[in-house]
């Protein structure tokens, strides 16, 4: 029972963290409709830089932190304006245009940072690492719990901002409907430009709380790739609620596959209930 409740504990934390890493890339994907394969090395490069951060010192990593949020939404900004913009402009399916795109640059920034910081993992030396908070038999590892408590803090931000704000009401508007939104005046180019900065600003942020949990190195980003689809598809694309939901129970269903089955097992448990979902509700658990 103990091992039970200990894996609900760390499936749900873990999950919390899957829903903040994909849920920029599913806000994209509903908005824009475009699937941008370099998400998850967005959130390594994160990761890396706060792990040189925290090798200077505390003042660096402080100053790192603050300025991660703000430079990452202006990298986003500028990922849309510079590189988004032209190809949509330049070709007939840019669904298929983004893929091949955005998959050519996740290689490229990988090998970028295979060449500043070696294809080895590394690991965030931090004062929480290897602690622990035991209630009662249960122990919840104090990275773990940083990391999805970061992870809740952020998703709740974006959330209150969907939802309480005339900006975050457009981004929803365009995701339901874009033509309507358009017809009602809702400038499609500026809600675009602004899911993008959110997007990279959530995925800067799940990677360093990804970052806290595990190791990480340049070709982490393919292993974070394929969660990040799986949560978005089983959550529904563009749906912050099915992220979160989706996070938890693939978080839950890969800890508890782990009680009863080899490590090796994880995946073909992951994504045979993938496909009994999409027989069952192909639109993913919220429907847009």
């Known amino acids: 029972?103990?091992?039970?409740?200990q894996s609900l504990v760390a499936g749900s934390l873990v999950g919390l963290v899957y829903a903040l890493v994909s849920a920029g890339f599913s806000m994209i994907w509903g908005v824009a409709r475009v699937i941008n394969l370099a998400h998850p090395v967005f959130a390594v490069l994160a990761a890396y830089i706060v792990y040189w951060a925290a090798g200077q010192g505390q003042a660096a990593l402080?100053?790192?932190?603050?300025?991660?949020?703000?430079?990452?939404?202006?990298?986003?900004?500028?990922f849309?304006?510079?590189?988004?913009?032209?190809?949509?402009?330049?070709s007939p399916d840019l669904n298929l245009t983004s893929m091949i795109l955005t998959f050519g640059l996740?290689?490229?920034?990988?090998?970028?940072?295979?060449?500043?910081?070696?294809?080895?993992?590394?690991?965030?030396?931090?004062p929480v690492q290897g602690l622990s908070l035991f209630v009662g038999p249960v122990g919840v590892p104090l990275p773990s719990l940083v990391a999805a408590g970061g992870s809740l803090v952020v998703i709740a931000g974006l959330m209150w901002f969907l939802h309480a704000t005339l900006s975050g009401r457009a981004v929803r508007a365009v995701w339901q409907d874009p033509e309507g939104a358009?017809?009602?005046?809702?400038?499609?180019?500026?809600?675009?430009?602004?899911?993008?900065?959110?997007a990279f600003v959530s995925a800067a942020a799940g990677g360093v709380a990804m970052a806290l949990i595990y190791t990480f190195s340049p070709a982490t980003q393919m292993t974070w790739l394929v969660y990040v689809f799986l949560v978005t598809i089983v959550g529904g694309v563009g749906s912050l609620?099915?992220?979160?939901?989706?996070g938890l129970a693939v978080g839950n269903l890969a800890s508890l596959t782990g009680l009863v089955m080899p490590y090796s097992w994880t995946p073909l448990v992951l994504f045979g209930s993938l496909i009994a979902l999409?027989?069952?509700?192909?639109?993913?658990?919220?429907?847009?």
């Open 241 to 246: 609620w099915g992220a979160v939901l989706a």
């Open 182 to 198: 358009a017809l009602s005046g809702i400038d499609l180019d500026r809600v675009t430009g602004l899911t993008y900065g959110l």
């Open 62 to 78: 402080g100053a790192a932190l603050a300025l991660l949020g703000p430079a990452s939404f202006g990298l986003g900004w500028l």
């Open 278 to 288: 999409l027989l069952w509700k192909p639109e993913g658990l919220v429907q847009r």
């Open 106 to 126: 996740a290689v490229a920034l990988e090998n970028m940072l295979a060449m500043a910081w070696g294809p080895g993992p590394r690991a965030l030396s931090l």
């Open 80 to 90: 849309y304006r510079w590189v988004v913009v032209p190809a949509a402009r330049r």
């Open 1 to 5: 029972m103990v091992l039970f409740v």
